[in-house]
């Protein structure tokens, strides 16, 4: 289970908006409990896919995400899943997502419709990493 | 000689919860190595069936990946830092859908 506040998704809605008509990206900062992910807050990163590719591709560099990874331990928090968009595309994970997932990350999904966010969902990859399944989001 | 070898939370289900570990170690590829004979689940998300390390992992020593130092070759000093860094992608589309 994902616990958000509404700011986080407003926070994560407007990343998107602001991004379109390329895909956002950033790691989501918080506390993991078991099976359970609070997120405190999200540190956004650019999208280092060329340019041309970013409205249906993201990726973070190795140094982006080492970075975020020692901010969130500077803070006390864990580095517990990874935002981004889908332009015009629906919140669901796709094959390529999958391919790049890892267990145990919650991964947010907002789609932005013509620049407007619409469905923001959560999705957590199995052990095995053959299947992404939708997480509950509880709301604080 | 020991570093401070620092695990991401997505691997830390195999580090039974441990964000950091000391390990003796005069090279990266040694303490990785360490660290997947203590912790043997860890393995497949650290190596390739080949015996090398997965491309989706990324190793930092201090700031700096190792990629541009040689390596798991890389040397290691006492006190040394030493980060598992996952590679994060992803997007909407694949050619198939």
Redesign the interface.
């Known amino acids: 289970m994902l616990i958000l506040t509404r700011k986080i998704d407003a926070q994560i809605r407007t990343a998107g908006e602001d991004g379109y008509p390329n895909e956002c990206c950033g790691a989501l900062f918080g506390e993991a409990d078991g099976d359970t992910r609070t997120v405190s807050e999200i540190f956004p990163i650019a999208n280092a896919r060329e340019s041309d590719e970013q409205y249906h591709r993201f990726v973070i560099t190795p140094e982006d995400f080492m970075r975020a990874e020692l901010e969130a331990r500077r803070q006390g928090l864990d580095v517990v899943g990874i935002y981004h968009s889908h332009p015009d595309h629906p919140a669901e994970p796709s094959e390529y997502d999958r391919e790049h997932a890892l267990p145990f990350y919650s991964y947010i999904i907002v789609s932005v419709e013509k620049g407007t966010s619409e469905n923001l969902t959560s999705w957590e990859l199995s052990a095995d990493r053959e299947k992404f399944t939708r997480e509950v989001i509880s709301w604080l | 000689m020991a570093v401070t070898l ?1 695990v ?6 195999f580090t039974d919860g441990k ?1 950091e570990l000391e390990i003796a170690a005069t090279t990266v590829g040694e303490a990785v190595t360490a660290l997947a004979d203590t912790y043997p689940d860890i393995k497949k998300h650290l190596y390739e069936d080949s015996g090398e390390l997965r491309s ?1 992992i ?1 190793i ?1 020593v201090g ?1 700096t ?1 190792i990629k541009s130092t040689g390596g798991l070759g890389t040397a290691v000093r006492d006190g040394d830092t030493v ?1 598992l ?10 050619v ?2």
């Open positions: 620092l991401p939370t997505a691997l830390r289900t964000k989706f990324n930092f700031e990946n980060m860094v996952p590679a994060i992608a992803g997007g909407a589309l694949t198939n859908n």
